[in-house]
């Protein structure tokens, strides 16, 4: 063996020695290091519920005591995840008689918030409900065997500037040279 070889075999031992303990010393640098991660969800410091932005989409909740009835977010939704059912004749009156929503097919487009009303559906920042069974994923907003009356908002007070228009006509608002059709 002639000597440049020799001296390439030991160069080789050498930087392989030297690479071993570059990568020796990143790994047990990482044994001392506060870790990055959290183990979820036995070791969270706050619940993870709290820690999602704010305009999440998780959950959908329905606030049934401002709830009108209207459908609006039945009708809105396009894959028929929200089932209400509305009996004229309950012990109450016209009162839901049932209002669920299947979390098992929501695709979180939100369209159902959009047209409501009175804001009574919404998304939660919960998402913690992963099951086992399709038939838990399904969201009920009345308790079985009962009603819930919907909510009748307050009608809006006119006001000075209301009666004002209705008294003068619309005449009085329209812009001069606009043309009425
Ligand atoms: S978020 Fe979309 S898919 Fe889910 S219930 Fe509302 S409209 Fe339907
Ligand atoms: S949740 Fe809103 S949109 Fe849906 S029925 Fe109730 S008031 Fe109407």
Redesign the pocket.
């Known amino acids: 063996m002639s000597q440049s070889a020799v001296s390439q075999y030991f160069q080789n031992i050498r930087q392989a020695a030297t690479s071993i303990f570059e990568g020796l010393t990143i790994t047990l640098s990482h044994m001392v290091r506060k870790p990055v991660t959290i183990q979820y969800p036995d070791k969270t410091p706050r619940p993870v519920s709290e820690l999602m932005p704010e305009r999440s989409r998780s959950w959908l909740k329905?606030e049934m005591d401002i709830?009108?009835?209207?459908?609006?977010?039945?009708n809105a939704c396009p894959i028929d995840c929200i089932k209400?059912t509305v009996a004229k004749d309950s012990p109450k009156g016209r009162a839901m008689s049932g209002f669920d929503i299947d979390m098992a097919k929501c695709m979180y487009c939100g369209l159902c918030t959009e047209?409501?009303?009175?804001g009574?559906?919404h998304f939660v920042p919960e998402f913690e409900r992963a099951s086992y069974s399709l038939e838990e994923m399904v969201s009920h907003f009345v308790p079985e065997g009962d009603y819930v009356v919907p909510y009748k908002p307050p009608k809006k007070d006119k006001g000075e500037e209301g009666a004002k228009a209705e008294e003068g006509g619309a005449a009085e608002t329209v812009p001069e040279g606009t043309t009425l059709n």
Request: negative net charge; aromatic residues 0%; charged residues 5%.
């Open positions: 329905v709830c009108t009835a209207c459908l609006m977010c039945e209400i047209p409501c009303p009175t009574a559906i």
